[in-house]
């Protein structure tokens, strides 16, 4: 039975419900950024607003083009917006801080110090004595369950355990926020459910706001307490989307009603029908084989 | 079967070799210039395109004089010999005449070089003409043998024997003959060009002047050797203690980028040696213009390599760090220097390489010095053998040097998996203690 994605149970609504009387952490208003390119000005994001409540799962979703790479590093502070603006827990913020955490696809660990240096690089470059650094840097390795690994080097671990130090690296710095920039796009099914997973256990344990740039709906859905839909050029505020799926989320919800419907109607949003480009196949055999259909 | 089934094909297309098979090849790879080498030279018939002469004579009235030793193309060869048995011809069919006697003197010491090289006599006793005199007898009468003299010229120095014994058994010079002494036919041995010595010559050559006693005039190749490196040492440090900070800073800042990479790039251009005699007239004698060579030779190249390889650093460690809440100097001394050091550390190990090419020109200018004086000198006298150890010498320093250095890359940098296993695996032994006290520490303090 396809059941409508704004369909939702009453403790999911109760939830929604508490989570809209949270403080704002995140706030972002009319954000604009505008690329001057030799063929004339390129809008990538065009009057973009929203608000991530605290502890907010949130997921930023759109076409290939919307601007949600952009999007993140602007809010990280990387790159500067032609106009609108950034405010955490109230306070306009500009350029990159400690305050804004962030987690790209490639990794980004310094390949030259070991895993727990990585995770001391943040409170050490705040001026954390070194010794109160080294404790606390353990506790967060020993979260994502890298303990035994804490002397390795970077090249000695693989996809999923090096996006794991990130992630440490990205909270022991004990960020409002932490931006995920697509961080699992990189590692193969498996190790992306895993991470999955292993990302929520985090959020459950540890006092952070997410906001999660990712173009696997499934990983929007599964993940996010609400999904962010954005358009394409320029990239635009489509649609926020509040993810009925119950928590605490697990595997087997991938198959449930709520889940099929969110997913159906991302699927919409983003690849609308009717729009599919349908190129007649080159036939290539005279006789067709039935059992190859 | 030579090989085991698992010893990956000597000749699989992008396949890495086996271990033992990277070793074989790099024996050979040595051994196969060398083995070319001793074919050219001691197999006869491959090359050997002159005569070296073993006995030479002069000639009447010919401006070139040939002594033992020299080289001459094997197609002139036999007309040298011509020349001089047409001589001896004409000489046996002049008379006799008192002025001969002063012509003979000069040809009963023609004996004299052979007799050197014999060991005979001694160089210094060219001209006693008294030994020589008997050295003649001693040949003529079969007392003694020189198997370089060949039968044609065995019969001269028996005529010549029965001319001189005619008069007296003892040399004076009141008694030399008045018919005139025939002289020895030029006699040679097939040999290389005299710029391709051949392996002995070299290995005796290099072994001699390498352990030849300090005189007071002339510095020991070892002293050669030091000086050298000297040199080479304090023009690469000067270049380095002022190219790797304006290289970094070029990297890093677009503002010093523009600020010196234009010119240095421009600079690149003109050849160092250009500045050798603006250099000597700067820095006076010594070795001040030297070094100095060496170090703008090295400079510009250092800037633009290094500004080259800061640039090559994954900007997002840079981003990563900036997230981290890290400040711009933080950047620098915490992302960009760390990041860059193994690429550096290579970058300088290259450039120390083209230093020694520097250094052979520097050390050319001025007052001659090191290695290069020896190459120069000996090389304008042609004694090539002694030319070669000095080529080999820089060769293998420079070598010797890298290799070590490439290979302390390994220890210094194990995160920069460039490195050999073998390397790493010292490595893991060098670092042994280090890591077992902090280990024994960690578990210490866990156990409080």
């Given at each position: 039975?396809?059941?409508?994605?704004?369909?939702?149970?009453?403790?999911?609504?109760?939830?929604?419900?508490?989570?809209?009387?949270?403080?704002?952490?995140?706030?972002?208003?009319?954000?604009?950024?505008?690329?001057?390119?030799?063929?004339?000005?390129?809008?990538?994001?065009?009057?973009?607003?929203?608000?991530?409540?605290?502890?907010?799962?949130?997921?930023?979703?759109?076409?290939?083009?919307?601007?949600?790479?952009?999007?993140?590093?602007?809010?990280?502070?990387?790159?500067?917006?032609?106009?609108?603006?950034?405010?955490?827990?109230?306070?306009?913020?500009?350029?990159?801080?400690?305050?804004?955490?962030?987690?790209?696809?490639?990794?980004?660990?310094?390949?030259?110090?070991?895993?727990?240096?990585?995770?001391?690089?943040?409170?050490?470059?705040?001026?954390?004595?070194?010794?109160?650094?080294?404790?606390?840097?353990?506790?967060?390795?020993?979260?994502?369950?890298?303990?035994?690994?804490?002397?390795?080097?970077?090249?000695?671990?693989?996809?999923?355990?090096?996006?794991?130090?990130?992630?440490?690296?990205?909270?022991?710095?004990?960020?409002?926020?932490?931006?995920?920039?697509?961080?699992?796009?990189?590692?193969?099914?498996?190790?992306?459910?895993?991470?999955?997973?292993?990302?929520?256990?985090?959020?459950?344990?540890?006092?952070?706001?997410?906001?999660?740039?990712?173009?696997?709906?499934?990983?929007?859905?599964?993940?996010?307490?609400?999904?962010?839909?954005?358009?394409?050029?320029?990239?635009?505020?489509?649609?926020?989307?509040?993810?009925?799926?119950?928590?605490?989320?697990?595997?087997?919800?991938?198959?449930?009603?709520?889940?099929?419907?969110?997913?159906?109607?991302?699927?919409?949003?983003?690849?609308?029908?009717?729009?599919?480009?349908?190129?007649?196949?080159?036939?290539?055999?005279?006789?067709?084989?039935?059992?190859?259909? | 079967?030579?090989?085991?089934?698992?010893?990956?094909?000597?000749?699989?297309?992008?396949?890495?070799?086996?271990?033992?098979?990277?070793?074989?090849?790099?024996?050979?790879?040595?051994?196969?210039?060398?083995?070319?080498?001793?074919?050219?030279?001691?197999?006869?018939?491959?090359?050997?395109?002159?005569?070296?002469?073993?006995?030479?004579?002069?000639?009447?009235?010919?401006?070139?004089?040939?002594?033992?030793?020299?080289?001459?193309?094997?197609?002139?060869?036999?007309k040298y010999v011509d020349d001089v048995r047409q001589e001896n011809a004409e000489l046996l069919a002049a008379g006799a005449s008192q002025s001969n006697k002063r012509k003979n003197q000069k040809l009963l010491r023609q004996i004299?070089?052979?007799?050197?090289?014999?060991?005979?006599?001694?160089?210094?006793?060219?001209?006693?003409?008294?030994?020589?005199?008997?050295?003649?007898?001693?040949?003529?009468?079969?007392?003694?043998?020189?198997?370089?003299?060949?039968?044609?010229?065995?019969?001269?120095?028996?005529?010549?024997?029965?001319?001189?014994?005619?008069?007296?058994?003892?040399?004076?010079?009141?008694?030399?003959?008045?018919?005139?002494?025939?002289?020895?036919?030029?006699?040679?041995?097939?040999?290389?060009?005299?710029?391709?010595?051949?392996?002995?010559?070299?290995?005796?050559?290099?072994?001699?002047?390498?352990?030849?006693?300090?005189?007071?005039?002339?510095?020991?190749?070892?002293?050669?050797?030091?000086?050298?490196?000297?040199?080479?040492?304090?023009?690469?440090?000067?270049?380095?203690?002022?190219?790797?900070?304006?290289?970094?800073?070029?990297?890093?800042?677009?503002?010093?980028?523009?600020?010196?990479?234009?010119?240095?790039?421009?600079?690149?251009?003109?050849?160092?040696?250009?500045?050798?005699?603006?250099?000597?007239?700067?820095?006076?004698?010594?070795?001040?213009?030297?070094?100095?060579?060496?170090?703008?030779?090295?400079?510009?190249?250092?800037?633009?390599?290094?500004?080259?390889?800061?640039?090559?650093?994954?900007?997002?460690?840079?981003?990563?760090?900036?997230?981290?809440?890290?400040k711009p100097r933080q950047l620098i001394g915490k992302v960009v220097l760390p990041g860059i050091l193994p690429n550096l550390y290579n970058d300088l190990r290259i450039l120390l390489g083209w230093a020694w090419t520097w250094l052979?020109?520097?050390?050319?200018?001025?007052?001659?010095?090191?290695?290069?004086?020896?190459?120069?000198?000996?090389?304008?006298?042609?004694?090539?053998?002694?030319?070669?150890?000095?080529?080999?010498?820089?060769?293998?320093?420079?070598?010797?040097?890298?290799?070590?250095?490439?290979?302390?890359?390994?220890?210094?940098?194990?995160?920069?998996?460039?490195?050999?296993?073998?390397?790493?695996?010292?490595?893991?032994?060098?670092?042994?203690?280090?890591?077992?006290?902090?280990?024994?520490?960690?578990?210490?303090?866990?156990?409080?």
């Amino acid at each position: 039975m396809p059941s409508n994605y704004l369909d939702k149970a009453p403790e999911v609504a109760a939830r929604f419900a508490r989570l809209q009387q949270r403080p704002i952490t995140l706030e972002v208003k009319g954000l604009t950024k505008e690329f001057i390119t030799p063929r004339g000005t390129v809008t990538a994001l065009d009057q973009v607003s929203f608000s991530v409540h605290k502890r907010e799962f949130m997921c930023v979703i759109g076409p290939s083009g919307c601007g949600k790479s952009t999007l993140v590093r602007i809010l990280a502070g990387l790159e500067s917006a032609t106009a609108g603006d950034v405010m955490v827990n109230g306070k306009k913020v500009s350029g990159p801080g400690p305050d804004r955490g962030m987690v790209f696809q490639g990794y980004t660990l310094f390949p030259w110090l070991s895993v727990k240096e990585n995770v001391m690089f943040g409170p050490k470059v705040s001026g954390v004595p070194n010794t109160l650094a080294e404790r606390e840097a353990r506790q967060w390795i020993d979260l994502v369950g890298l303990s035994r690994f804490e002397n390795s080097y970077p090249h000695q671990l693989s996809g999923g355990m090096k996006q794991r130090v990130a992630i440490a690296r990205a909270l022991a710095n004990q960020p409002q926020v932490l931006f995920m920039d697509e961080p699992f796009g990189a590692l193969d099914a498996q190790t992306r459910c895993d991470m999955q997973n292993y990302l929520l256990e985090i959020w459950r344990n540890v006092d952070i706001t997410i906001v999660f740039i990712t173009h696997d709906l499934d990983e929007a859905v599964f993940l996010s307490d609400r999904i962010l839909v954005l358009d394409a050029n320029p990239g635009r505020f489509r649609e926020m989307i509040e993810v009925p799926v119950p928590r605490p989320r697990h595997n087997e919800q991938l198959f449930e009603p709520t889940f099929a419907a969110t997913r159906m109607h991302l699927e919409h949003l983003i690849h609308p029908p009717g729009q599919e480009s349908k190129s007649a196949p080159v036939i290539r055999l005279t006789k067709p084989d039935p059992d190859v259909i | 079967m030579p090989f085991s089934s698992n010893q990956p094909s000597w000749f699989a297309i992008r396949k890495e070799l086996s271990h033992m098979q990277k070793l074989v090849l790099t024996v050979i790879s040595f051994c196969l210039p060398a083995a070319l080498w001793c074919l050219v030279s001691y197999v006869p018939g491959v090359w050997h395109p002159d005569v070296k002469l073993t006995v030479a004579a002069s000639r009447e009235g010919v401006a070139t004089v040939f002594t033992a030793g020299d080289h001459l193309s094997k197609g002139y060869f036999p007309k040298y010999v011509d020349d001089v048995r047409q001589e001896n011809a004409e000489l046996l069919a002049a008379g006799a005449s008192q002025s001969n006697k002063r012509k003979n003197q000069k040809l009963l010491r023609q004996i004299a070089p052979i007799a050197i090289k014999a060991n005979w006599i001694k160089p210094e006793q060219a001209q006693d003409d008294a030994l020589i005199y008997q050295i003649w007898a001693d040949l003529a009468l079969g007392k003694k043998t020189l198997p370089t003299l060949n039968e044609e010229n065995m019969e001269i120095v028996r005529l010549n024997w029965q001319k001189l014994s005619a008069q007296s058994n003892t040399f004076s010079f009141q008694t030399l003959p008045q018919e005139m002494l025939l002289k020895l036919l030029p006699q040679g041995v097939p040999a290389n060009p005299s710029y391709l010595p051949a392996p002995h010559e070299v290995i005796q050559a290099g072994w001699r002047s390498f352990t030849s006693p300090p005189t007071s005039d002339r510095a020991t190749m070892r002293e050669r050797f030091a000086s050298s490196v000297q040199i080479i040492f304090y023009g690469f440090l000067w270049a380095a203690i002022i190219g790797v900070p304006i290289g970094i800073l070029c990297g890093t800042y677009g503002f010093f980028s523009h600020l010196f990479e234009p010119f240095v790039d421009f600079f690149r251009y003109m050849p160092a040696p250009t500045f050798s005699t603006l250099l000597v007239a700067v820095f006076a004698a010594g070795d001040a213009p030297k070094v100095a060579l060496v170090f703008i030779g090295t400079l510009p190249h250092m800037i633009l390599m290094i500004s080259k390889t800061t640039r090559l650093l994954d900007f997002s460690l840079l981003e990563a760090a900036q997230t981290l809440g890290a400040k711009p100097r933080q950047l620098i001394g915490k992302v960009v220097l760390p990041g860059i050091l193994p690429n550096l550390y290579n970058d300088l190990r290259i450039l120390l390489g083209w230093a020694w090419t520097w250094l052979v020109i520097a050390e050319l200018i001025g007052v001659k010095s090191g290695l290069t004086e020896v190459i120069e000198t000996q090389g304008r006298f042609r004694n090539f053998d002694e030319v070669f150890p000095i080529i080999f010498l820089i060769g293998f320093t420079g070598f010797i040097t890298d290799q070590f250095l490439s290979w302390l890359h390994g220890l210094l940098f194990p995160w920069a998996s460039t490195s050999s296993k073998l390397s790493r695996k010292i490595a893991v032994i060098v670092t042994w203690p280090i890591r077992t006290v902090s280990a024994g520490v960690r578990k210490n303090g866990k156990a409080d």
